[in-house]
C-alpha cells in the first residue's frame, strides 16, 4: 500500500470515527421543569421520649359501649402499640382533652371497646384522667400487630 493510500485510508477511518461520535450524542438531556409548588410535609406528631410512639390512624375510630359513642373519630387524636414491662403488647388511643372532660363527668356505664372502621377491636380500658383508652389482647404478637397495621392503612 502506497504512502497516500495510507493517508486517505486514514483520513477516511477519522471521518467515520468523528461522524460516528457526533451521531451518538443525540439530543441535549432535558432540563428539570421549574419547581411550581412547594412540596408537602409528612404529616409529623411530636412525642417526647417519655411517651409511646403516635401513629395516625386510617380510618374510622370510636370509643362505644351500650349502644353509646363516648368517643368518635374526631375525638381520638392518634395510637400506639406498647410495650408493656412483662412483654404485652397493646394499643393505646390518645383522646382529645376535650373527650378526657367529658368522660370525666360523663362516666362509662359497663365495659366498653374500641371499634376500626365499625369492627370491634377489644375491650377498652381507660387512664385514671381518661386521656388514654388501653386496649390488651391474649395474643399480642398476632392480633395487635394486624390491628396496628390496619388502622396505619398498611393492610
Do not use: H
Request: charged residues 20%; glycine residues 6%.
Amino acid at each position: 500500500m502506497g504512502e497516500s493510500m495510507k493517508k486517505v485510508l486514514f483520513l477516511m477511518i477519522t471521518a467515520l470515527l468523528a461522524l460516528a461520535l457526533t451521531a451518538c450524542a443525540g439530543a441535549p438531556a432535558p432540563t428539570k421543569p421549574a419547581v411550581t409548588e412547594a412540596p408537602t410535609e409528612a404529616k409529623y406528631i411530636d412525642t417526647q421520649l417519655s411517651e409511646p410512639e403516635w401513629t395516625l390512624a386510617e380510618g374510622k375510630l370510636q370509643l362505644e359501649g351500650n349502644g353509646t359513642v363516648y368517643a368518635d373519630n374526631t375525638e381520638i387524636l392518634y395510637f400506639a402499640i406498647v410495650t408493656e414491662t412483662d412483654g404485652k403488647q397493646s394499643l393505646w388511643f390518645r383522646l382529645t382533652d376535650e373527650a378526657s372532660v367529658k368522660l370525666q363527668t360523663q362516666p362509662i356505664d359497663g365495659d366498653c371497646y374500641m371499634t376500626f372502621n365499625d369492627e370491634k377491636i377489644g375491650t377498652a380500658t381507660l387512664n385514671d384522667d381518661c386521656t388514654i383508652a388501653k386496649v390488651f389482647s391474649e395474643n399480642t404478637v398476632g392480633e395487635i400487630t394486624a390491628w396496628a397495621s390496619r388502622i396505619r392503612g398498611l393492610a
